[in-house]
């Protein structure tokens, strides 16, 4: 982090030593939203407002702040649910509103829920992040491919076989940095301890969380295309994509062929 961003986001911590949210944190991403298409724009706001999901997400805010002050990602970083319901109800007339928060501002949310718990008006915020960072991959946008990329093996897997986490990605050469520097001890025996797995669906499997019927795979290849989710992150992740469609063609094949 260089000092000049290192002294900006110092100046934004309250006494206690957090990242405060209320302060008019947006403001670094309107200009990227005033680049932005205007079409996209619309297109966005259109797209959420015709979700069957928005209907009971969003009903109308009074401003009271009461979700803010549940929401663990306020107390950390720039970010407030109050401004994602505010926006989101001023958006039909000035769609780069909704833009203007998604090139980062709502990445921040962890999709707790807890915004929904304590909405006397019965919105859920955290959905209507969900909706909007759902949009934003759809539409391919910088922020979801930036958010997605570091995640494309398990979206891989989980897309291709149902499952997330597998042995094989508990690799030496390249651990998951997050998961800790032991992590590279525990997978020098990962295979032994794999075999020695009591739990028959996980015996000595090591591409998958657990053993997994190539018709299921298939059956899920099918719902994933024909239900549009592979077109939906197409544009934001287009590599695993493609290696989905061509496990799932193996698949098509080999189930053809008896
Ligand atoms: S779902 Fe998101 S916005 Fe709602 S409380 Fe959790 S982190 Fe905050
Ligand atoms: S709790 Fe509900 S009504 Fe209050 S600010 Fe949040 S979304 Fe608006």
């Known amino acids: 982090m260089d000092a000049k961003y290192a002294r900006k986001l110092a100046a934004r911590l309250n006494t206690d030593g957090w990242h405060y949210g209320g302060l008019p944190g947006l403001q670094w991403e309107a200009e990227n939203a005033r680049r932005g298409e205007l079409q996209l724009m619309r297109r966005i706001v259109d797209e959420l407002r015709s979700d069957v999901r928005f209907q009971e997400f969003y009903h109308a805010c009074i401003n009271c702040g009461n979700c803010t002050s549940m929401c663990p990602a306020f ?45 006397p008006a019965h919105n859920n915020p955290g ?80 591409d998958k969380g657990w053993r997994v019927p190539k018709r299921t795979m298939l059956e899920l290849f099918i719902i994933e295309r024909e239900s549009g989710v592979l077109d939906s992150v197409r544009n934001s992740s287009k590599d695993v994509v493609d ?4 496990a799932g063609k193996e698949l098509e094949e080999s189930e053809k062929n008896g």
């Open 75 to 119: 107390r950390f970083v720039d970010f407030e649910p109050r401004i994602v319901v505010q926006k989101v109800m001023h958006a039909k007339d000035e769609p780069e509103l909704l833009y203007q928060m998604m090139d980062e501002y709502l990445w921040a949310c962890y999709q707790c829920y807890s915004c929904w718990e304590v909405c």
């Open 127 to 206: 959905g209507l992040v969900a909706l909007l960072k759902e949009a934003a991959v759809r539409n391919g946008l910088e922020s979801a491919k930036r958010t997605l990329e570091p995640y494309s093996k398990t979206l891989f897997k989980v897309m291709a076989t149902g499952t997330q986490i597998t042995p094989d990605m508990h690799m030496l050469f390249a651990p998951f940095r997050d998961w800790g520097p032991h992590k590279a001890e525990l997978v020098k025996n990962i295979r032994t301890e794999r075999q020695g797995v009591p739990v028959e669906s996980m015996w000595g499997v090591m």
């Open 243 to 246: 290696m989905v469609e061509e």
